[in-house]
């Protein structure tokens, strides 16, 4: 009888760890944890993932993989993310261009606003306009009196159509009244060689690429886009200090989960990848390799911030008519 009642005894101990299992967050059953970057290894939000993958394991209790999940301007990864379980184990890790899917690509591939939940807005840096040093250039007036006595003959490059640089130029062109001509390419790395070799007069890119560059003296810097000026940049005005009133344009660095994704598990990880990216180590390797100004935001800032984004360049894309450049 001792033995029939142990063995129920045990039974319902079993059944009661199961139930107890069964309730807890997914996050905490999850033996591992996937951060998506939706672009090519070697990027800026590559270095980023594979810093939390190092700083934020022992605080999610879980073993993070990171994986590249490149094409469609950043939306493939994000579709992967949107339709992965939302129980706390992916993450997308992005990029500004993420603001730009919903009016960029016909038709959008998800609503980037629905289908995923902010988690934490990481940080931003400014987009800089530099010049070709044989231009005359050194200030943003300068080039605004250029284009209105030669309409349509200054240039500038960017990384590709739809990209923040690109739009920023639009945008400021459309306030300064004056016409510029856009010579788009496929990455930043050929938009600054030619502007280097002075087949295109300018070009508008994040600091972090072309810092490089500008200290190295192969290019001028007239003016950066931030709020307020980069530490790396004190003596260069920004857009606002240069007349534009409110015209901000800046580089940014988010993470999202799976719409759905349980509000405690949202709250662990946004705990442990700001725990992660606080430490002096990790910060000052962001601040260093990628000019990045941390916010470290939470979901509701974040998806504040998030909603502006998609407002202001989409309404400069739909208003300007600019198409997506092929991969």
Not at 92 to 112: G, K, N, R
Not at 246 to 274: C, L, M, Q, R, Y
Request: proline share 7%; glycine share 8%; net charge positive.
């Amino acid at each position: 009888m001792e033995n029939i009642r142990s063995t129920a005894v045990s039974r319902r101990t079993a059944l009661a760890l199961l139930s107890s299992f069964a309730a807890m967050p997914a996050w905490a059953q999850s033996q591992s944890v996937t951060l998506v970057v939706p672009f090519p290894p070697g990027g800026s939000t590559d270095a980023l993932s594979r810093i939390l993958a190092i700083g934020a394991r022992d605080k999610l209790g879980a073993n993070i993989i990171v994986e590249n999940r490149a094409g469609g301007m950043g939306s493939i990864g994000a579709v992967q993310v949107a339709r992965a379980p939302a129980n706390g184990s992916t993450f997308l890790v992005t990029f500004d261009s993420h603001a730009t899917i919903p009016a960029l690509i016909e038709p959008p591939p998800l609503d980037v606003a629905k289908d995923m939940e902010p988690v934490l807005l990481v940080g931003t840096a400014p987009y800089v306009l530099a010049a070709n040093t044989a231009r005359p250039y050194t200030k943003f007036a300068d080039i605004v009196a250029a284009a209105k006595q030669k309409p349509g003959q200054v240039t500038y490059s960017s990384a590709g159509p739809g990209t923040i640089g690109h739009l920023a130029m639009v945008l400021l062109g459309k306030r300064s009244g004056i016409e510029l001509t856009h010579v788009p390419y496929k990455g930043a790395g050929p938009a600054i060689n030619d502007t280097v070799g002075g087949h295109v007069e300018m070009i508008c890119a994040s600091i972090a690429i072309l810092l490089p560059q500008i200290q190295a003296g192969k290019l001028k810097p007239i003016m950066q886009m931030g709020r307020t000026r980069a530490a790396a940049l004190k003596d260069v005005p920004t857009a606002i200090e240069s007349g534009f009133t409110d015209f901000e344009a800046s580089a940014w660095w988010g993470i999202f989960a799976p719409k759905g994704t349980p509000a405690d598990a949202i709250a662990k990880a946004n705990t442990a990848f700001k725990d992660a990216l606080s430490t002096e180590a990790m910060s000052r390797q962001l601040r260093e390799t990628q000019q990045i100004d941390l916010t470290l935001q939470g979901p509701k800032e974040f998806a504040v911030f998030f909603t502006k984004q998609i407002e202001v360049w989409g309404s400069v894309i739909r208003e300007n008519n600019i198409k997506a450049q092929a991969n």
